[in-house]
């Protein structure tokens, strides 16, 4: 089955800075990663999402990239805010009827004021 | 994105005995999930709840212990039965819709057994 790694595990940036987390997966047939944040408390979010047609996709300060042959996707976050602090998982999937979504283990990102 | 619920959204309760968690969904979806979250840990899948027959169980998770319902297009049903302190976790059901990959979690419920 699918094997998703993650790292960090934690993360602490300056407000302002960028914050990248990386991710590698197992099953090269895997098409589909989405992202997820968990604030404290609360539940996971869907932030944003790649399929394996594309290379990079952006939405305002966050971006995902993929690199299909090395088997390996990042999320990377610009201008860090304190409220961008929370828990982070990365995610793989084969997107054809439904298959098993495999979580990485989770990036903790502290943002400091 | 559909509207989830749960409830109840947490419980304190005694070893031994079982809670049921509901999980409601404000329109017809094709999956519904079932994951389980330890303290500070990843999302673990219990089970896939299939509409009209038995739930699909991941390995480690049987049916004995969790029994899954799921009468409808819009709600299932998880118990944790004969509860050990180790179940202590959060329990967050998911959807996803007919052509979607994207799963949408509930608020979770929070259980602590004593």
């Known amino acids: 089955g699918e094997n998703v790694e993650q790292h960090p595990s934690t993360l602490s940036v300056q407000e302002g800075d960028s914050a990248v987390i990386k991710c590698t997966y197992s099953d090269s047939a895997s098409n589909y990663f989405p992202w997820y944040k968990q604030e404290l408390g609360k539940r996971p979010q869907l932030i944003i999402d790649?399929?394996?047609?594309?290379g990079e996709k952006k939405d305002q300060r966050i971006a995902v990239t993929l690199n299909k042959t090395a088997k390996h996707f990042s999320l990377h976050i610009t201008e860090t805010q304190p409220e961008d602090s929370a828990v982070y998982f990365c995610?793989?999937?084969?997107?054809?009827?439904?298959?098993?979504?495999?979580f990485g283990t989770g990036t903790k990102l502290q943002v400091i004021p | 994105s559909a509207v989830i619920s749960q409830k109840p959204s947490r419980d304190i309760c005694q070893r031994g005995t079982s809670l049921t968690i509901q999980c409601q969904v404000d329109?017809?979806?094709?999956?519904m999930f079932w994951y389980r979250q330890q303290p500070g840990q990843s999302l673990t899948l219990i089970a896939t709840a299939n509409q009209g027959s038995e739930a699909t169980y991941e390995s480690g998770f049987v049916i004995d212990k969790f029994p899954i319902s799921r009468p409808n297009l819009t709600f299932s049903t998880l118990t944790v039965s004969n509860m050990s302190p180790e179940d202590s976790s959060i329990y967050l059901c998911?959807?996803?819709?007919?052509?979607?990959?994207?799963?949408?979690f509930g608020p979770g419920t929070r259980l602590l057994v004593l």
């Open positions: 995610a793989a999937t084969l997107a054809a009827g439904y298959q098993k979504v495999t």
């Open positions: 329109s017809q979806v094709t999956m």
């Open positions: 998911s959807v996803s819709r007919d052509q979607e990959e994207t799963q949408y």
């Open positions: 790649i399929r394996s047609n594309v």
